[in-house]
């Protein structure tokens, strides 16, 4: 008999599923010690947000086929780790979109009309019809962070309240939202002219914090900011601050970067109201997610495929084998190039060469797309969906061959996006992966952990001058290349680095003269 553990609250109709498949054990709100002995026979483990499943709860399993995550974010499933123990993770990403959407407007309402601190008092038996004044949302500016999916349902209903919707995603094509009638603007010029600013993007080492001291600094003084996304995407010291000097004058939250926010300051203010990360919590959405999940799960367990799948753990063929190390070649070029462009991306051409040239080189391309969508949607892409996901985006792929190469089997791509634009050849070295040239630039990188990009004329002492600012905020560089076509002329520094480098020492080093641009990317 098949074990399913289930450690977080599920809907009734998903554990009724999950028992025509096997032996159904529920044990919420445990510990890991407890998790980890018991899931050392089960064959399923599905979860909420509740539990993280690390690597060390992975590894204590011995027969585990499928996490399976009731909801959106697998930002509590070591997806690594469990890819490596051949585990399938899937999840439902368009379960609870609506319902979030619509707690966004409940949190919007209460806070410009001060609806629980109206109820509040109303409870004490008060009568105060001075107090809790508010303000009307029509023909106000409404900024949303994030037009996927929870963005998208958030505009159409926003239209409904005739509202003036602008919008940050620089990663969503602008027909898309030019269509749902929205202004495509950068965050600051969103925080400089929203009323109302909404949050709907994954947290990732990019959207960390991504409102701190310098947006709250531009916003208009009682702006109202609502997050139903995640907590780290606030900088929650600076929102405090604005609480109290009135630039914000009432904020939103259904996520906090500690959950329960048990020690927060901000929960004592009165601007801040809040709700315990219940954007998913509905009877629709639970019954979708849950069902969903439950399905995917008994799929998977009957060794059939699943539709919902975010990693994907393969048994490869002796072929797939060969073209394994290039596979993962093609996912680095991928991630590399939109976070070089750091804008959407509206045509790659793809060339394979030498020997690859002969080879079926579907799966390549399919590698290459999820490279370049993972780091914006952080999960649900995956080598089956990617394809049609960049078709959603408007991503045209141009796909080519030549038998020569200058590196033998190798991948070139030349990705274009609205200002800019990254060439790139990558090949396989010692069975590791080789960036060989950037922009026309010889290089010998191997793509790994964060590496920063910076764009310069040739001078002399640019690189002391690089090297001088990251000393200073204690970031220690393993290794650098620089690479120049003629003296005197453009040049491109790329640094190995240990840690990811915080947006201000990126603003200093962009202030260094000759220095054109600057990125930091984490592969
Ligand atoms: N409060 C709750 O209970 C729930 C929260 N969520 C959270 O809501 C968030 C959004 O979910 P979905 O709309 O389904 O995701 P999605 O993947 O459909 O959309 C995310 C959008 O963010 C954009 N984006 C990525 N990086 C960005 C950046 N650096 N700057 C600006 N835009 C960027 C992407 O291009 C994409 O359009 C997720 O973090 C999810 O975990 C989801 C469900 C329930
Ligand atoms: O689906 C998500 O990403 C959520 O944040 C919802 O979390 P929950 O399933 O309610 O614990």
């Given at each position: 008999?098949?074990?399913?553990?289930?450690?977080?609250p599920l809907?009734?109709?998903?554990?009724?599923?999950l028992?025509e498949?096997?032996?159904?054990?529920i044990?919420?709100?445990?510990s890991?010690?407890?998790?980890?002995?018991?899931?050392k026979?089960?064959d399923a483990l599905?979860?909420?947000?509740?539990?993280?499943v690390t690597?060390?709860?992975i590894?204590?399993?011995?027969?585990?086929?499928v996490i399976a995550?009731?909801?959106?974010?697998?930002d509590?499933v070591?997806l690594?780790?469990?890819t490596?123990k051949?585990?399938?993770?899937?999840?439902?990403p368009?379960a609870?979109?609506?319902?979030?959407?619509?707690?966004?407007f409940g949190?919007?309402?209460s806070a410009?009309?001060?609806?629980?601190?109206?109820?509040?008092s109303?409870?004490k038996?008060e009568?105060?019809?001075?107090?809790?004044?508010?303000?009307e949302v029509y023909a106000?500016?409404l900024?949303?962070?994030?037009l996927?999916r929870?963005?998208q349902?958030v505009?159409k209903?926003?239209q409904?309240f005739?509202?003036n919707?602008?919008?940050?995603d620089?990663y969503?094509p602008e027909?898309?939202?030019?269509e749902?009638?929205?202004k495509?603007l950068s965050?600051?010029?969103l925080?400089?002219e929203?009323?109302?600013?909404t949050?709907?993007?994954?947290?990732t080492?990019k959207?960390?914090h991504?409102?701190?001291?310098?947006q709250?600094?531009?916003?208009?003084?009682?702006?109202?900011i609502?997050?139903?996304?995640?907590?780290g995407?606030?900088?929650?010291?600076?929102?405090?601050?604005?609480?109290?000097?009135?630039k914000?004058?009432a904020?939103?939250l259904?996520?906090?970067e500690?959950?329960?926010?048990?020690?927060?300051p901000?929960?004592?203010l009165n601007?801040?109201i809040?709700?315990p990360h219940?954007g998913a919590s509905?009877?629709?959405?639970?019954?979708s997610?849950?069902t969903?999940v439950a399905?995917q799960?008994?799929?998977?367990?009957?060794g059939?495929?699943?539709?919902n799948v975010?990693?994907?753990?393969m048994v490869p063929?002796?072929?797939?084998?060969?073209?394994?190390p290039?596979?993962v070649?093609a996912?680095?070029?991928?991630s590399?190039?939109?976070?070089y462009l750091?804008?959407?991306?509206d045509i790659?051409e793809?060339?394979?060469?030498?020997d690859l040239?002969?080879e079926k080189t579907?799966?390549?391309?399919?590698a290459?797309?999820?490279?370049?969508?993972?780091?914006?949607l952080?999960?649900?892409?995956?080598?089956?969906?990617a394809?049609?996901?960049a078709k959603?985006?408007?991503i045209r792929l141009v796909?080519?061959?030549?038998a020569?190469?200058d590196?033998g089997?190798?991948?070139k791509i030349?990705?274009r996006?609205k200002n800019?634009?990254i060439s790139?050849i990558g090949?396989i070295e010692?069975?590791e992966v080789?960036f060989?040239?950037?922009?026309g630039y010889?290089?010998d990188?191997?793509p790994?952990?964060t590496?920063?990009?910076i764009?310069?004329?040739d001078?002399p002492?640019?690189?002391g001058?690089?090297g001088?600012i990251l000393g200073e905020?204690?970031i220690n560089i393993a290794?650098?290349?620089?690479?120049?076509?003629?003296?005197?002329?453009h040049?491109?520094?790329f640094l190995d680095?240990?840690h990811m480098?915080p947006e201000?020492?990126?603003?200093?080093i962009?202030?260094?003269e000759?220095?054109r641009?600057v990125?930091?990317?984490n592969?």
């Amino acid at each position: 008999m098949l074990k399913i553990l289930i450690t977080d609250p599920l809907h009734e109709s998903a554990i009724e599923i999950l028992k025509e498949a096997g032996e159904v054990e529920i044990a919420t709100g445990i510990s890991i010690e407890e998790i980890k002995q018991k899931i050392k026979d089960a064959d399923a483990l599905v979860v909420r947000s509740g539990t993280t499943v690390t690597k060390e709860i992975i590894d204590a399993s011995e027969n585990l086929k499928v996490i399976a995550r009731a909801g959106v974010g697998v930002d509590n499933v070591d997806l690594d780790a469990a890819t490596e123990k051949g585990v399938v993770v899937v999840n439902a990403p368009d379960a609870s979109s609506i319902s979030v959407a619509e707690l966004m407007f409940g949190l919007m309402l209460s806070a410009a009309r001060n609806i629980p601190q109206a109820t509040a008092s109303l409870k004490k038996g008060e009568w105060d019809r001075k107090s809790f004044k508010g303000m009307e949302v029509y023909a106000k500016t409404l900024g949303i962070v994030g037009l996927g999916r929870i963005g998208q349902q958030v505009a159409k209903r926003a239209q409904a309240f005739e509202m003036n919707i602008v919008a940050y995603d620089p990663y969503i094509p602008e027909n898309v939202a030019s269509e749902l009638g929205i202004k495509l603007l950068s965050v600051d010029e969103l925080c400089a002219e929203s009323e109302f600013i909404t949050l709907h993007v994954p947290l990732t080492t990019k959207t960390k914090h991504m409102i701190g001291k310098t947006q709250f600094d531009l916003m208009k003084n009682n702006t109202i900011i609502i997050n139903c996304a995640r907590g780290g995407l606030i900088d929650e010291n600076a929102l405090y601050d604005a609480i109290n000097c009135g630039k914000v004058k009432a904020a939103g939250l259904d996520v906090f970067e500690e959950e329960p926010p048990t020690k927060n300051p901000l929960i004592s203010l009165n601007g801040l109201i809040g709700t315990p990360h219940q954007g998913a919590s509905t009877e629709e959405a639970q019954l979708s997610a849950g069902t969903i999940v439950a399905e995917q799960t008994v799929k998977i367990l009957k060794g059939e495929s699943a539709e919902n799948v975010v990693n994907l753990p393969m048994v490869p063929t002796e072929k797939m084998k060969k073209l394994m190390p290039y596979l993962v070649l093609a996912e680095k070029m991928g991630s590399m190039s939109i976070q070089y462009l750091d804008n959407s991306i509206d045509i790659v051409e793809i060339t394979y060469m030498g020997d690859l040239a002969k080879e079926k080189t579907e799966m390549l391309k399919r590698a290459f797309l999820k490279g370049i969508l993972s780091p914006i949607l952080l999960a649900g892409v995956n080598l089956v969906n990617a394809p049609v996901i960049a078709k959603n985006r408007n991503i045209r792929l141009v796909e080519g061959i030549m038998a020569e190469s200058d590196y033998g089997n190798s991948i070139k791509i030349v990705a274009r996006g609205k200002n800019d634009e990254i060439s790139l050849i990558g090949s396989i070295e010692h069975k590791e992966v080789v960036f060989r040239e950037i922009n026309g630039y010889r290089m010998d990188i191997k793509p790994e952990g964060t590496i920063c990009i910076i764009k310069h004329i040739d001078r002399p002492g640019m690189v002391g001058k690089v090297g001088l600012i990251l000393g200073e905020h204690g970031i220690n560089i393993a290794g650098m290349q620089v690479g120049r076509k003629e003296p005197g002329g453009h040049s491109i520094m790329f640094l190995d680095i240990d840690h990811m480098i915080p947006e201000e020492v990126m603003d200093e080093i962009k202030k260094i003269e000759n220095v054109r641009a600057v990125r930091a990317i984490n592969i």
